[in-house]
Structures are given as C-alpha cells and as structure tokens.
C-alpha cells in the first residue's frame, strides 16, 4: 500500500549540531510539506514543496531548509540546531489542493 | 484565508452523535471548509471537505448553512477512538493554494 514515513521517529541532538529529518511518500505526489508542532500552537508550517526542484518558505522558516531532488523525498535539515526548535515534526504530501495525508511525526529534542 | 472559531472542548456519550461547530463568519466565495482530526501522537488525518453543499462520506457528514458562515461536523455514532482534536479549516483551492492553516481545534472526548 502506498504511504508516507518519517525517519528517525526519536532524536535527540546537541545544540548547534546540523540535523536531517526524512519523508518519504509513495503515492507519487507533487505536493509535499513539513509543519512543526508545538503545545500551544498547533501545527505551523514550515517549508512545502509543489513538485521536483520547487520549494518555498512557510510561516516558520527560519534556521530550516529543504530541498527537493525527486518525487518521493523531502528531506527537512536544521543547518544548526536550537533549543527552540524541539518539536514533533510532521511531513504531509498531497495529489491535490484537497486532502493532505500525514506522516506518523517524529519527536526532535535538542538539548 | 478566512479564520475560524472552535469551542475548546467537547464531550460525547459513546454510541451517539457527536456534532462539532465551527464559525467561519469572513468565508469568501471561493473558499472551501476542511475538517481534519489528529489522534493523540498520530498525525493529522483528513476526513472531509465541503464548498456550499452537505457532504458525506465514510467517516462523517459535514452540514455548512446556506449562508456559508458556519458549519457542523457530524460523526453519527462516536466511538472511544473518535476521541481526538477535531481542525476546522478555511482555506481557498484555487491553482498555488494548497497549503493548510491549523488553528487550536476542538479537543472531543467520547465517553464510555
């Protein structure tokens, strides 16, 4: 069956170490997303991508980037991370301007 | 993208109807209403979309009043797994649209 994975599920990192967090989708999607969420906020996104070698900025962009070199991936890197940015990250890929599907998170702690 | 007003919390006797209300007073014409819930630690999961019309489908009914300015989420027979943080989202697909703003969501609890 087709789905979308995050990996690792758990990290836990040193501030200012550099950190990647995967999502990979298998239903051939051109849309896909990153959000963070935080108890207080919900979900904010942070970076989306429309189709191979597109992406743009969310609400939350900062200290966060991605990059989009096939259909399936968009890896989501912390070039140096924050105390700030522990959170559960969740990745979602979409057909259409309709449902977006989500991955099962994975829980960044930067201590 | 239109805002939209959520009661907190709700509570629901398993086995009946629970019917969760959102108010989207500055909806525009082109705007559509998404619901979304999201299971403790689980990521969000879809479970409708209208634009003027009642919809439904397997999971629940969406009921939007003529004006468009609110709507209700209608799960006909809650189970303990309905609980969960029910988003009531607003959100124009037209072409370049498809991101998704979620707000605080009503938290449902179902009630053995």
């Known amino acids: 069956d087709a789905e979308i994975t995050q990996s690792p599920r758990h990290k836990i990192t040193e501030t200012g170490r550099q950190v990647t967090l995967a999502c990979h989708q298998t239903?051939?999607?051109?849309?896909m997303f990153w959000y963070r969420q935080d108890l207080g906020h919900g979900l904010r996104l942070i970076h989306y991508s429309y189709g191979v070698h597109d992406t743009n900025k969310g609400e939350v962009s900062d200290g966060y980037s991605v990059s989009r070199s096939n259909t399936e991936d968009l890896p989501l890197t912390l070039e140096s991370a924050a105390s700030s940015q522990t959170s559960v990250y969740f990745c979602?890929?979409?057909?259409?301007?309709?449902?977006?599907?989500f991955g099962p998170g994975t829980r960044l702690t930067v201590t | 993208d239109a805002k939209t007003t959520q009661p907190t919390s709700m509570d629901c006797a398993e086995g009946r109807a629970a019917n969760l209300p959102c108010n989207h007073s500055?909806?525009?014409?082109?705007?559509?209403v998404y619901w979304y819930r999201q299971i403790h630690s689980q990521g969000p999961q879809y479970i409708i979309h209208?634009?003027?019309n009642n919809e439904t489908n397997e999971m629940a009914s969406l009921i939007i009043t003529e004006d468009r300015k609110s709507s209700t989420l209608i799960l006909p027979h809650a189970t303990l797994r309905d609980t969960a943080v029910y988003y009531c989202i607003v959100r124009d697909s037209g072409a370049g649209s498809y991101q998704l703003t979620f707000g605080k969501g009503t938290k449902l609890s179902v009630i053995p």
């Open positions: 500055t909806i525009s014409g082109n705007e559509y």
């Open positions: 239903w051939n999607h051109n849309n």
């Open positions: 209208g634009l003027k």
């Open positions: 979602a890929s979409s057909r259409s301007s309709y449902e977006q599907y």
